[in-house]
């Protein structure tokens, strides 16, 4: 299970200090939501403040996009050092094209989709797709309940994607997530797991990430899995 803490829900007033704390606990992804107030009633931040932390940490920068016609954005927040940009298939009007943009630019492509959003249009996305993000609620806040019919939805997109040959795609599962959930959401078919206020509002952090790791150990080894652990932080290209 690879798990990818929410920085929305870390201190910060001390996010230098918080990042540094992350990799120390053996953290190697961060998710980073992106809000703007109308796909999602609520704000966060942008590339400016993905810029400022990216010399300060070499996570790997999986960036959550809850904003209308992401389209417009890619350059900015790859320029800003995203690792993966993950836009929702409700906010763009040709998530294929935006997709592939996504590749073309070098980065690894997301595509995530609401509680309520039918996901069948995954038999026609899935090649230009690197990870599929379920959420586990309706997205805007952090601190929800994971939502039970997310389960059934994990399993639906498992098939799939396994109909359309694409089984080895990661799926992250993002929103309500904790220790005591992780082993139902992995037996579901997640790989990776978001989690905000369960991880962060917990220290020591490295004791943390064990109790999220020990609850889906029982699970054997997945094709899927392997591909995402294996997604780096690319070092910056030398001139
Ligand atoms: C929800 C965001 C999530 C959220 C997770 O809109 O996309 O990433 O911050 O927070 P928790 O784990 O507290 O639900
Ligand atoms: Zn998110």
Redesign the pocket.
């Known amino acids: 299970m690879i798990l990818s803490p ?1 920085l ?2 870390a201190d910060l007033s001390c996010l230098v200090a918080e990042l540094s704390a992350l990799e120390d606990a053996g953290v190697r992804w961060l ?1 980073l ?1 992106i809000m703007d107030g109308s796909f ?1 009633p609520n704000i966060t931040f942008g590339p400016p403040l993905i810029r400022a932390i990216r010399p300060h940490s070499r996570l790997f920068f999986d960036v ?1 996009l ?1 904003i209308e016609y992401p389209a417009r954005y890619l350059h900015d927040f790859r320029d800003a050092g995203a690792d993966m940009l993950v836009l929702h298939a409700e906010a763009d009007r040709n998530p294929r094209r935006t997709l592939a943009a996504i590749r073309d630019m070098g980065l690894k492509s997301g595509l995530a989709f609401n509680p309520g959003t039918d996901i069948s249009s995954l038999r026609w996305l899935a090649p230009d797709l690197d990870m599929l993000l379920l ?1 586990g ?1 309706n ?6 309940s994971f939502l039970p019919e997310a389960y059934d939805k994990i399993r639906a997109a498992r098939a799939l994607l396994a109909a359309t040959g694409a089984q080895d795609t990661p799926v992250q599962v ?4 904790c220790p005591e959930n992780t082993a139902a959401i992995m037996e579901a078919g997640a790989d990776i797991l ?5 991880f962060f509002g917990h220290k020591p952090y490295d004791a943390r990430l064990a109790a999220f790791m020990r609850a889906a150990e029982h699970l054997p080894p997945r094709p899927a899995l392997d591909k995402a652990c294996g997604w780096r932080r690319e070092p910056p290209a030398s001139c």
């Not at 997205?139 to 929800?144: E, L, N």
């Open positions: 929410s929305l829900s998710h939501d999602v959550h809850m959420m609620v997205p805007g806040f952090s601190g929800q993002d929103g309500g997530v978001v989690s905000g206020s369960a």
